[in-house]
Structures are given as C-alpha cells and as structure tokens.
C-alpha cells in the first residue's frame, strides 16, 4: 500500500486560512469516511485533530476543520496562529483493514 | 487521565533482538485495538500494525510483515512490539497509539515513543 500523498509544505501568516491536501485512491480514502489527521510538534508525540473525515475531539479549537471529496481529503486551519506551527499527517482506513499515513506536510506560520 | 507509557530508549547492535513495550493504564485495553507508528528521523509517521488485546488478533502493513511482531499480554494491559534481528534501518522512534474502539482508527491516544538505535 503507498502512503496517502500530502504537499511537503504549506506557509500562511496569522490570521489566514490554510488547506491542507491527502491524497489517496477509490480503495482508501475514497472508499471510507475514516479520515483523521494529527497535529505533531518538534520533538512530541502526535496529536488527533480531526477523525471520521469532519469530527473534531473535544478540547480541539473550531478553527480545525476536515472534509472529503472524492479521493481527496482536506484539513483546513482557520485563523491561523503561532502555536499551528508544526507537521500535519492524514491517515485513512484501507480496503485491507489497515491503515495508512499521507507523509506529512510542514506548516509554517509566517 | 488514560495514558499509554512506553517503555525507554534502547541502543542494539545490527542483527541483535528487541522487544519494546507500551502499558495501557485505562480500563479498556481489552476492547480497543493499539497500533505500532515507526517515526524514521526527520521523516514521517508508518502505521506499522495493530493489535486487538482482547483475542490478539492482529494485522500488520505489507511494509513491515515478516520483521516485526505484535503482540498483546491482557493480564497486565501492555502491549509489544518486538524484532529477532534489527537492523540499521530500524532506527527510529517508534510510538503506540490506542483507537476509539474499532480498527479503522482513529488513534487518540498516543505513548510518548521510544527510541531505537540500532547501530554496530
């Protein structure tokens, strides 16, 4: 199984909203709504941000935001501040009753 | 406060065994799935497998089948990931990650990781 296709990097200055892509097939993400994202700072463990494809955790700012169209998942970060800084990874059920990760997508708040 | 804590950083020899460890401290290990992420440094995160605590039952990514086995002892609510030979390219961090009850995911909650270095 290949990994989910993710940009290497994204940038935007606070305030601004910013997309994040993971890209997959009809046998991952477009099969299921079992999309998730994680939030992972230097040096940390990674953080669920965003899981079935739209579902926030709680404790998790409105600000994050997930969707899906077609093969093609997206986390949206609105109002972007500082403390977004950090490495963003999708990851997806598959059609093997696995999972797997996009590679992972640096944001940089300018 | 439902936590999974690895065990410590190991430095192993190429061809040496490992086996590193993840304790669930919740009361739900035996009816949620805990999966194995490799983190290869600078790069990013692998699901590597996953493990149903309950009746072991476990899958593994094509990526990591055949040298790396899960495993899951429900008496003491701990988990494992183990090698019978490393090699250098296993060097990384790896961390456990329990799901919200089913194997589609999604991971949330995550071990702080361990570190493996594997070098002669």
């Known amino acids: 199984q290949s990994a989910l296709t993710q940009p290497a990097s994204v940038s935007g200055s606070p305030g601004q909203s910013i997309t994040i892509s993971c890209t997959g097939t009809s046998s991952d993400v477009g099969r299921y709504n079992y999309v998730s994202w994680y939030q992972q700072h230097p040096g940390k463990a990674p953080k669920l941000m965003i899981y079935d494809v739209t579902k926030r955790p709680s404790g998790v700012s409105d600000r994050f935001s997930g969707s899906k169209s077609g093969n093609t998942a997206s986390l949206t970060i609105s109002g972007l501040q500082a403390e977004d800084e950090a490495d963003y990874s999708c990851?997806?059920?598959?059609?093997?009753?696995?999972?797997?990760f996009g590679g992972g997508t640096k944001l940089t708040v300018l | 406060e439902v936590q999974l804590v690895q065990s410590g950083a190991e430095v192993k020899k190429p061809g040496e065994s490992l086996k590193i460890s993840c304790k669930d401290s919740?009361?739900?290990?035996?009816?949620?799935?805990i999966g194995w992420v490799r983190q290869m440094p600078g790069k990013g995160l692998e699901w590597m497998g996953i493990?149903?605590?309950?009746?072991?039952?476990?899958r593994y990514s094509p990526s990591f089948q055949g040298h790396v086995t899960i495993s899951a002892d429900k008496s003491i609510s701990t988990a494992y990931l183990q090698w019978s030979s490393l090699k250098a390219s296993d060097t990384a961090m790896y961390y456990c990650a329990r799901t919200k009850g089913t194997d589609a995911g999604p991971f949330d909650i995550w071990g702080q990781g361990t570190m493996v270095i594997v070098s002669s």
């Open positions: 990851c997806s059920f598959t059609s093997s009753s696995t999972l797997v």
């Open positions: 493990i149903y605590p309950g009746d072991s039952d476990a």
């Open positions: 919740g009361y739900r290990f035996t009816s949620t799935w």
